[in-house]
């Protein structure tokens, strides 16, 4: 066997089987001792990630359905405004504002099933978004010259036909996901 270093002292040694990691048998019962050792840090590291993922599996339960949406529409805002980020104000046009939204065009508050819509969703300027009532009119017009009237118009429907939806535990979970992982790509 060709000659190997010794774990523990570093001192070259010819090994006497092919397992051997010690050079003699104070250095091996050292590197006993220290393999011992990682395999307890690495048990202890296991059991503390484990109650971790069991100490957050509990807050989720504990969330409201109010608070778990509000978790997902700021990961989906974000994102929003991160796809938007050189494009002006879907209603007025600014280029400069000192607060930008993501704001919606049928209302979050009153159109549940297209909150996550990304058509549903543009940058706006602080202004038109909480001072104009989200400038709908104008919020219209950017719409359409932005992705066409026949999707405006299906949008403008959709929204009706899903005025108030309750979103399970895993579509939220799996927008949530969606929208990091776009997030992310964005970001790169």
């Known amino acids: 066997m060709k000659p190997k270093k010794c774990k523990i002292c570093s001192a070259e040694f010819k090994p006497m089987r092919s397992t051997q990691q010690a050079c003699s048998a104070k250095c091996a019962i050292e590197y006993g001792i220290r393999q011992t050792a990682k ?5 202890v590291s296991e059991y503390k990630a484990e109650l971790r993922a069991m100490k957050r599996a509990e807050k989720e339960k504990l969330k409201t359905y109010s608070q778990r949406v509000n978790e997902v529409k700021v990961i989906f805002q974000k994102y929003i405004r991160l796809r938007d980020a050189n494009q002006p104000c879907i209603s007025c046009g600014a280029t400069t504002s000192s607060v930008w939204d993501a704001g919606h065009f049928k209302k979050a508050e009153l159109y549940s099933g297209v909150i996550f819509h990304e058509h549903n969703t543009n940058r706006q ?10 400038n709908e009119l104008k919020y219209r017009e ?5 992705i066409g009237l ?16 309750k979103y399970t535990d895993l ?11 776009k997030i992310k790509a964005l970001i790169q």
Do not use: P
């Not at 300027?125 to 989200?134: E, S």
């Not at 999707?151 to 939806?165: I, P």
């Open 142 to 146: 950017g719409l359409i010259n932005k």
């Open 39 to 43: 395999r307890e840090q690495k048990k």
């Open 171 to 181: 579509e939220l979970l799996e927008i949530k996901t969606r929208y990091r992982m």
């Open 125 to 134: 300027c602080g202004k038109c978004n909480r001072y104009l009532g989200g």
């Open 150 to 165: 026949d999707k405006v118009t299906e949008l403008e429907s959709l929204a009706e036909a899903t005025r108030v939806r």
